[in-house]
């Protein structure tokens, strides 16, 4: 069987649009270019399609249709780099169905025309003239009429003078003579050149379109897929993890003063007829132990389900988690009500932890603490004026946030030069109810 490798799919962030002069000769160079490769890719691409399919029953037709379908990958990786290049555009690279290396021969041959990706490349060397052409007679058409309308006065000079021809600033009535003729074709060129990069553009849009659509569509929706399924296994990550944690936490806590609560008590009811007021003592420091314990256990249970984030939402629970800190800390909501569960669960457990962490590690005098939702984002940002050096690499639970984050399709981010300050940004998807 065909195994599916995954190349890049997206393209370097860095990208930007031109702008300015620059895009306009680009956007030109895009269009006048397009019917070029779209002419040589509709003759090679249908060619060797129509003479594969045409002897598909013959050995050979499977061969010359596996031949058609890496030039057509060629045109449209071209395509996705002219893309990039030319118009500053993301073009994502889909996944190709690569043979594994002990595949046969027939095997390989049938891998690409197996994949519906190679049929949209090979569509795209069918039509893309069509939208190439488009594109290359608008640019000739406004670059003709802005050169050639403001250069008329100079070159109409060696322009034969016919007696009975009628020029077009006459039949518009605005005179005769050359000297019309120049003028009217002066406002024609300023016209043209001041609607050249929109027409450019226009040409360039429509053509880039039809390429985007087909051949990194897929590649986008691949790209969602892969997304959700790093989601699930963060999630499935996350959930173990904090199951050990809590496992780890309730045999190193409570469970060690259930041990010894008991081994008091036993104590306790042998003493209790030999000597009172010792087993009196026992069962003092027992019940010590049994309410130490019940804090330990209501602690662990904020950390499963916080019941103020369940009771009083979001903004009260982080206010809460603010008074509780050894440090000072200032807290700024806004517009955080009405979010989905689980929003608000990440969004509280990144503020406990990055709290938890200024006041274990950072030496921070101050902290402060915004939520607020941002656009389509809920922005959770926690900053402390301490030495800095935090990092996810270290652990400090920054690692097992950014892991809880992208269960839900969040992103952390952390500032904290050596000396400080250190900033905790983290962004979450917005869900309404």
Known sequence: MAE????????????????????????????????????VALVLVLSLTALGLALIVVVGGVLVLALAAIVARGFAAAERQRLRSMLGREAPTPR??????????????????RDPQTWLDIVWGVIGWITGTFAFAL???????????????????????????????????????RAAESWLNLVLGVLFLATLPLAVRAGALLHASLAGVLLCSRAELQGEVARA??????????????????ERD???????????????????KRQVSEDPELAAKRIDDALMQARETVA??????????????????????????????????????????????????????????????????????SASVTVAADGDDLLVLVEDDGIGGAHPAKGLGLAGLRQRLAAVD??????????????????????RR
């Open 410 to 431: 969040g992103a952390l981010e952390v500032s904290s030069p050596e000396g400080g300050p250190t900033a905790v940004v983290a962004r979450i998807p917005v869900d």
């Open 96 to 113: 190709y169905l690569r043979s594994r290396p002990d595949d046969g021969l027939w095997r390989r041959c049938l891998t690409p025309l």
């Open 250 to 268: 309730i045999h190193d806590g409570p469970q060690q003063r259930l041990v010894r609560l008991t081994m008091d008590l036993g104590r306790a």
């Open 229 to 246: 399924e790093d989601g699930r296994a963060a999630a499935r990550d996350a959930e173990a993890e904090s199951l050990r944690r809590l």
């Open 4 to 39: 599916t490798v995954t190349p890049p799919t997206t393209a370097p962030t860095t990208l930007a649009p031109p702008r300015g002069a620059r895009r306009v000769l680009l956007e030109t160079a895009y269009g006048l270019s397009a019917i070029v490769l779209g002419i």
């Open 296 to 365: 330990e256990l209501r602690s662990l249970s904020r950390g499963i389900a916080p019941p103020l984030l369940v009771d009083r939402g979001l903004s009260a629970a982080v206010r809460e988690l603010a008074v509780q800190s050894i440090v000072p800390v200032t807290v700024t909501t806004r517009a955080v009500d009405g979010l989905a569960p689980h929003v608000e669960t990440a969004a509280y457990f990144v503020v406990a932890e990055a709290l938890a962490n200024v006041g274990k590690h950072s030496g921070a005098s």
């Open 139 to 177: 640019t000739v058409v406004w670059w003709v009429g802005a050169l050639g309308g403001l250069t008329y006065w100079f070159w109409q000079r060696w322009i034969p003078v016919d007696d009975e021809g009628t020029g077009l600033a006459e039949l518009l009535g605005l005179g005769e003579g």
